[in-house]
């Protein structure tokens, strides 16, 4: 049964129509998201993989090679069933760098423009072969079903046509961020049709060349040689390499490449694929023998490479057209996506790193129309290639030749992902290498048959074998001098930084150790003005947003931790749109580090902790052990009930505890990777003046939050720097102690209100005097009528009065000071605080016969709080008064020297008792009997003076065991200063 | 590391197991489907691990 050349092209053109109305309704978002990003979709995509070679010519391959056929199936298989093994990482890589093809990996890894150059051409040139296959196949299948003569006219038309759809599916965006969601369901829909259209011819010659799985047995019996053919191939030991040579080329392969991790829309459904996509292609391979028996049970009258169509011809009902649909499946989908693929790579490793980037707006449309060109470029290559290899070669041959070639890139990359010293040097050579051996021992012998390099066939042992058959020899030799090329000079060459650092990016289960170093940019818009000079300023400003909505990051952002990540992450896109060796290059001209920086830098240790939380599923042992321990001791930083803030040797931010958010109410998401002085009033200026300060400690300082003073210890430690990179930094610690401070005015208060009650008695007799005095005059009063005598009453009783007045405003005054109040310092006179403090504890009857000598010099002045000082020497006069007998004096005086103002206050009395001596400024401790002292007034007294950053000293006893001296000192007061608020 | 190991285990096992397989496998007579058997076995195994495994890792 024949058909026409016209029903032949008319039912191409209406399945690649089908297939782009598929695309398209997906593209409109007519199709559910569930359905497009269902993980059997990216099964199905995958599939592509199985083109006209896995529908002609592993049949003809079967016949040929026997069981050998199934390696191709096996190969992919065995690399889908270790896929999260061996896929997931360069899915991650892919995805995380926005690298969309091999080359782009090599370039990456190997930060190398000329590895992602050679890798391109190599590829090209090791896939003309694949692309030409498809043509033929297409082509031939047509003549064989339509008997039409020339082959070459029709392989023609199909190239034109495939232009025109690879345009159509794949060119319509430019970057690689724009995932081609159409051209993933319509590659899908290809292996679904394909798949159903194989199993469908493989079904016609079951039932109807044999009747049945039976029949076929029994047909089998009587051709046992069939089933020997099948078996005699396993018996040479080929077998092994070759499945090893499917296995790696299903990876590297462009069209393989570019479903399986560019247009990946659901990373999770790379598991699915770990055992759906065997599935599939045991379902496929499964229908091969079958075929190949019914075809030869029937005659078929083509060659072996289209026994699919043989059957049909031979059976009618459409079987053939099955075959055809089939073949034509694979040849289109796998045409489309490796020309794609293809060209993608061409445009970032050969076209724009020749081409300087034009200024301009139109950037994204010069890109997509420098791709079309690479597309039909590419294609016409193929058919060139086709045209220059003639007829005569099968299918099997073709394949061959592209799958060898193919493996030239395994060395590398096994490299990239599992070895990081693996250079560019050996890379180059290595490839550079296997790909001579491939083109003189295998490209060239099979496609110019007249050209043979004898003494290097001599060499590797392939003198006397002819065409495909020598490919095992070659796959195996040229491999192997590869890798061991690769090896040997990456061991001998040294290595670059930059390379190094990719190879660590790359390598599985290492993390990325970036350096902070600073950029001369320091805003959003320096970035924008930097790239606008190769991008042209609407290009730049639409980068630069892109990368800041990734990030999720603000236009006013200057943090430069913040302006790190954005640098990376337009390398990332950029490398997405131009190829990861021109971003490079692009972002390193525009987007420089500071040259001084280098030196000094240090890692990025909250960028290497973001990496280990990403990556906590996948340590284990060691690994995963010092991994808890981080956590924990990082747990416990952050849980510390002090604030606690971890700073880099530049003042970057790298630590920022909970205590401390809860303090500042600045969340560590805001403040990490920020300078210090950038921090919002008054935590900024705060923090950044005590981490510059000599003295590490800045105890009981008050800060205004929110309309509410609030009191902080701040202390420092130098984080030293250790061996590696670590470039040091500071650690500061940040008590609050409000509460503390609250509890001491409290305590405070009701000491003063305790020394209130005790001087009671002595006011009442203070004020009794004058009221004594003020009724006598008024009862002088009554009779008087002279004026004189009245004026001189009166002012009398005034004066009597104001006696009172000052008695009672001294006691006010006492009782309200020393709050939590701002407290102010100023210039405080010693002698005239001492005698005020005298005076007032001389209304206490039980110290006013107490002989005090106040000793101090006038001229010594301290820098204080007149109140909290009054309070300090009341404290300790009354307690010298307590401690001594009656008439012993207590003795004040003051005396300068270069650190301060030392004031002494001497008594004659019992002394402290040794076992107090050591808790003497403790609350609550006293020598006092019950109900005399609260044991409260010295560790009062304590407090006031360290807060003042002076220092009190007791000595005990002093003269011949009794007598005490307390000796306080404060710092001197410049009189000629105003007062001014607490500062360090 | 661990999957390192794994790969290591499952090379070797691949290849200390293989001249076995081929050897049950090209006995085959008329049971030309042996091998899809074990292709079978295994594309069941990876099942049953995907769907134990933690999906996170991905």
């Known amino acids: 049964m024949t058909y026409s050349v016209g029903e032949l092209i008319l039912i191409a053109c209406s399945y690649l129509l089908f297939l782009f109305l598929v695309a398209w309704i997906t593209e409109r978002g007519w199709l559910p998201a569930r359905l497009v990003r269902h993980p059997m979709v990216y099964v199905f995509s995958l599939g592509v993989y199985a083109s006209a070679w896995a529908i002609y010519g592993t049949v003809g391959y079967a016949y040929q090679y026997g069981y050998n056929f199934l390696s191709f199936f096996l190969g992919i298989s065995g690399v889908f069933l270790l896929a999260p093994i061996l896929l997931a990482p360069i899915l991650r890589l892919t995805t995380t760098y926005q690298l969309s093809s091999l080359a782009d990996l090599f370039a990456f890894r190997y930060r190398s423009r000329l590895a992602g150059m050679l890798t391109t051409l190599m590829m090209l040139a090791g896939m003309l072969p694949l692309l030409a296959l498809q043509l033929k196949a297409v082509a031939e299948s047509i003549q064989v079903l339509s008997g039409a003569e020339n082959a070459r006219t029709l392989a023609f038309w199909f190239c034109l046509l495939m232009v025109l759809f690879a345009i159509l599916f794949g060119a319509r965006h430019t970057t690689a961020r724009e995932k081609h969601e159409g051209l993933v369901i319509a590659i899908a829909t290809e292996s679904l049709i394909k798949l159903l259209a194989f199993v469908g011819v493989a079904l016609f010659g079951l039932y109807g060349v044999f009747d049945g799985p039976g029949s076929m047995g029994n047909w089998l019996e009587d051709h046992p040689e069939m089933l020997s053919r099948l078996y005699y191939p396993l018996q040479d030991g080929s077998w092994h390499s070759m499945i090893m040579a499917f296995f790696v080329s299903a990876v ?23 055992w759906a996509l065997p599935l599939m292609f045991l379902v496929m391979a499964l229908c091969i023998p079958v075929i190949l028996w019914s075809a030869a049970a029937s005659n078929a009258p083509t060659p072996p490479d289209y026994y699919s169509l043989g059957i049909g011809m031979v059976t009618g009902g459409g079987g053939a057209l099955l075959g055809y649909l089939a073949g034509l499946a694979g040849a289109s989908g796998m045409l489309i996506v490796a020309t794609l693929a293809l060209s993608g790579m061409c445009l970032n490793h050969l076209v724009l790193p020749a081409s300087p980037l034009h200024q301009g707006t139109n950037l994204y449309r010069n890109l997509l129309w420098t791709r079309r060109v690479l597309i039909a470029a590419i294609l016409a290559l193929a058919y060139l290639f086709y045209r220059m290899i003639g007829t005569e070669h099968s299918l099997v041959e073709l394949g061959v030749l592209s799958f060898v070639a193919t493996l030239q890139f395994v060395p590398g ?3 990239a992902l599992f070895w990081p010293s ?22 060239i012998p099979i496609t110019w048959p007249q050209w043979r390099f004898l003494p290097l066939m001599d060499l590797i042992g392939i003198r006397f074998q002819t065409g495909a058959s020598q490919w095992q020899h070659v796959a195996i030799v040229s491999v192997t001098v590869n890798a061991l090329v690769y090896a ?11 390379e190094r650092n990719a190879a660590e990016a790359c390598a599985v289960d290492s993390l990325r150790r970036p350096y902070r170093w600073s950029l001369q940019a320091q805003s959003v818009e320096d970035f924008i003005n930097a790239l606008a000079q190769p991008l042209g300023p609407v290009t730049a400003r639409r980068e630069v947003d892109m990368a800041l909505r990734d990030l999720r990051l603000d236009h006013r952002e200057t943090r430069p931790y913040a302006l790190r990540r954005l640098r990376d992450q337009l390398e990332t896109n950029l490398s997405g749109l131009l190829g990861p060796s021109v971003a490079h290059q692009l972002v390193d001209d525009h987007l420089p580090y500071r040259p001084e920086e280098e030196q000094q830098s240090s890692e990025d240790i909250r960028f290497i902790e973001s990496r280990l939380e990403q990556y906590r599923d996948r340590l284990s042992g060691l690994a995963a052990e010092l991994d808890s321990l981080r956590r924990f001791h990082r747990q416990t930083l952050l849980e510390l009930p002090m604030g606690v803030i971890s700073l880099g040797a530049d003042n970057e931010v790298i630590g920022w505890n909970l205590a401390i958010e809860a303090l500042t109410g600045i969340s560590a998401e805001d403040t990490i990777g920020s300078r210090l002085d950038t921090l919002p009033s008054p935590w900024g200026e705060l923090f950044s003046r005590f981490s510059q300060q000599d003295d590490a400690h800045l105890p009981q300082h008050s800060v205004e939050v929110d309309g509410q003073s609030r009191w902080l210890s701040l202390h420092k430690s130098e984080i030293a720097a250790s061996t590696g990179e670590q470039a040091g930094g500071q650690v500061l610690v940040i008590e609050d102690v409000t509460e503390l401070r609250h509890m001491e005015a409290h305590l405070a208060h009701n000491e003063r209100l305790a020394s209130i009650g ?13 009221v004594t005095a003020i009724a006598c005059l008024t009862q002088n009063l009554d009779g008087e009528q002279d004026e004189q005598e009245l004026q001189t009453a009166s002012r009398q009783i005034m004066e009597q009065t104001r006696r009172i007045t000052r008695i009672v405003e001294s006691l006010v005054t006492f009782s ?14 010693v002698r005239d605080t001492v005698a005020e403090a005298i005076s007032l504890l001389q209304l206490d009857p039980d110290h006013r016969q107490q002989p005090f000598d106040n000793d101090c010099l006038a001229e010594h002045w301290v820098q204080g709080d007149a109140q909290r000082l009054l309070q300090v020497f009341i404290n300790l006069l009354g307690n010298a008064a307590d401690a001594s007998e009656q008439q012993q004096p207590v003795r004040i005086s003051s005396d300068r020297h270069e650190r301060g103002i030392d004031i002494r206050v001497e008594d004659q009395g019992h002394g402290i008792p040794e076992e107090l001596r050591d808790a003497l400024f403790e609350p609550f401790v006293t020598s006092k009997a019950p109900g005399r002292g609260t044991g409260l007034g010295l560790a009062l007294v304590y407090s006031i003076i360290e807060d003042h950053r002076g220092s009190i000293l007791v000595e005990s006893p002093i003269h011949d065991n009794h007598g005490t001296r307390f000796v306080i000192t404060l710092p001197i007061a410049d009189v000629h200063t105003p007062a001014q608020e607490i500062t360090p | 590391m661990y999957t390192d190991r794994l790969l290591i285990i499952f090379i070797i096992g691949a290849y200390l197991l293989s001249p076995a397989i081929i050897d049950w496998w090209s006995e085959g007579g008329r049971a030309w489907y042996r091998p899809y058997l074990i292709w079978l076995g295994l594309i069941a195994l990876s099942y049953w691990v995907a769907r134990s495994r933690d999906t996170d890792d991905l």
């Open chain 1, 252 to 274: 590297v392969m462009p069209h393989m490449f570019y479903m399986a991790f560019t247009e990946n829309l659901n990373p999770r459904a790379l598991i699915t694929a770990s």
């Open chain 1, 413 to 415: 990359l096994i490299g």
């Open chain 1, 422 to 443: 693996g250079n560019r040097n050996g890379l180059f050579a290595g490839m550079l290498v296997g790909f001579v051996l491939w083109l003189l021992a295998l490209m």
């Open chain 1, 488 to 498: 040997i000079v990456s061991i001998v060459t040294p290595m670059s930084r930059s």
């Open chain 1, 758 to 770: 005790r001087l009671a008695a002595g006011v009442a007799h203070e004020i009794g005097n004058p």
């Open chain 1, 816 to 829: 309200h000071s020393g709050g939590l109040s701002q407290a102010l310092h100023s210039p405080v006179n």
